[in-house]
């Protein structure tokens, strides 16, 4: 079973910018989409951005335009870039990756946004 690894996050004030990446420890194109969810606290895990193998991109309404799913095969990782951050992006980022049934999480990542 690949392993996910997430890194980047941290706390970062209102307007800012933060890099997440979520490295595999396999092929990033064996899988048939990966993407990002968040979990704030004391609400329901939601999903952020996909990515699909043939790099078809999906985000949720509220991050369009401020967020950048991309992905780099040479490295196994996919980034999520995430400029102009709000407070209510703070919660706990997941990377998930998808091939047929199955469904691999990373261990999460916590991103705060506050001044």
């Known amino acids: 079973q690949a392993q996910l690894v997430e890194s980047g996050g941290g706390l970062v004030q209102p307007g800012g910018s933060l890099r997440l990446s979520c490295s595999s420890s396999a092929n990033i194109f064996f899988f048939n989409d990966m993407g990002w969810f968040r979990q704030a606290p004391g609400k329901e895990r939601e999903l952020v951005a996909t990515?699909?193998?043939?790099?078809?991109?999906n985000y949720v309404d509220s991050v369009k335009g401020r967020f950048t799913i991309s992905r780099d095969g040479a490295v196994n990782t996919i980034y999520l870039q995430m400029n102009n951050l709000k407070p209510e992006d703070t919660a706990v980022y997941y990377c998930?990756?998808?091939?047929?049934?199955?469904?691999?999480w990373g261990q999460g990542i916590l991103v705060t946004v506050s001044s």
């Open positions: 990515i699909n193998v043939g790099g078809v991109t």
């Open positions: 998930r990756a998808r091939v047929m049934s199955r469904t691999t």
